[in-house]
């Protein structure tokens, strides 16, 4: 059965794309100052191709704002007499279309970014923003599954009754392995290539994560013998190219492996927030849980601060929390 959509993304590019300037509606001098900009991201921030079309959306976004909010497409005069009203108007507009705080959060970052890049230029000023109150941070958890649901997603049993090649099962259960078993990012699991395939003796793998950072992540028998079964039923030569493939193939879409979690989600009865990321962040909590220790975690997951894995900390004690509430016999 063929997989829907074509194979392409990960692994064809390692290189952002930058989208063309006429992309943004703003003045000639603006519109040549986001591509370079944009392009400065993606060389020398080496920030990821999802990072910088969420940017390129955000600014888009608002320069196409401010063309109808000025009556004219802005340049570095209009960008200059910006006053905070503009910017309140603009969150009010993106708050009014739906926008929740977290993405009006990245938008504000990503605006703040540009216009500091302008300002650099003599195209804008960034004081504007400091009289403007950001959207509150909205507090929210990960979600991390229990550990028979994790089990249960990457188990290859459970879609053996799907119309789908054992190969691409094989294949699945593999990356989902990688994404509970290691902690890995989709990106990540589907940015390894075929020679450092972690199988055999090979029980660990170096990761190139986020802000160019390498970790080495310790892969455990289990992962090793998904991703043997994988290799052992691939119909494609990998010789030189990543380690998963595509139904034709080429470089596997994280989208396909979302699809495969959605379908293994409903015949299993699990919440919407069943994902493949789910599975990273079912990692670090079931490792905690287990008395792993923090700094360890940090550096398995690839976080740059502790605190960003402190979260977890409040994830298992909501869970142990929960136990305690519904099996205490005064907990009522």
């Known amino acids: 059965m063929r997989e829907s959509p074509p194979s392409s993304g990960v692994g064809a590019s390692r290189r952002p794309s930058t989208p063309d300037p006429k992309f943004f509606n703003a003045a000639p001098e603006i519109a040549a100052a986001a591509a370079q900009w944009l392009q400065g991201l993606a060389h020398e921030r080496r920030a990821s191709r999802h990072t910088l079309d969420a940017y390129a959306r955000d600014v888009a976004t608002f320069l196409d704002f401010l063309t109808g909010h000025l009556g004219e497409r802005p340049g570095g005069a209009a960008l200059i007499a910006l006053e905070p009203a503009d910017i309140r ?107 450092a395939a972690p199988i055999g003796t090979t029980d660990r793998i170096a990761i190139l994560g986020k802000g160019g950072k390498t970790r080495v992540v310790p892969v455990i028998e289990p992962v090793r013998r998904a991703i043997e079964a994988y290799l052992a039923l691939c119909p494609w030569s990998l010789d030189g190219g990543p380690l998963f493939v595509g139904a034709r193939g080429g470089p596997l879409s994280p989208r396909i492996v979302q699809l495969a979690v959605a379908r293994l989600r409903g015949a299993l009865g699990l919440p919407d927030s069943a994902t493949p990321h789910a599975l990273r962040h079912s990692f670090a909590t079931h490792l905690l849980g287990r008395g792993g220790d923090l700094r360890t975690i940090q550096e398995l997951l690839g976080h740059a601060s502790l605190s960003t894995t402190q979260i977890y900390t409040s994830v298992d004690s909501q869970r142990l929390l929960q136990a305690f509430q519904s099996a205490h016999p005064r907990a009522d």
Request: hydrophobic share 50%; no cysteine; net charge positive.
């Open 89 to 195: 108007a603009f969150l009010a507009r993106r708050r009014g279309d739906g926008l929740e705080s977290r993405s009006l959060l990245r938008a504000l970052a990503a605006i703040r970014n540009f216009m500091r890049y302008l300002e650099k230029r003599g195209l804008a000023r960034i004081d504007v923003f400091s009289a403007v109150r950001a959207p509150k941070r909205p507090h929210s958890l990960p979600k991390a599954l229990t550990v028979a649901a994790a089990r249960d997603l990457i188990d290859p049993d459970h879609r053996a009754g799907e119309n789908r090649e054992p190969w691409v099962l094989a294949r699945d259960a593999a990356v989902l392995a990688l994404l509970y078993g290691a902690g890995l990012r989709i990106s990540e699991a589907l940015s390894i290539d075929h020679a």
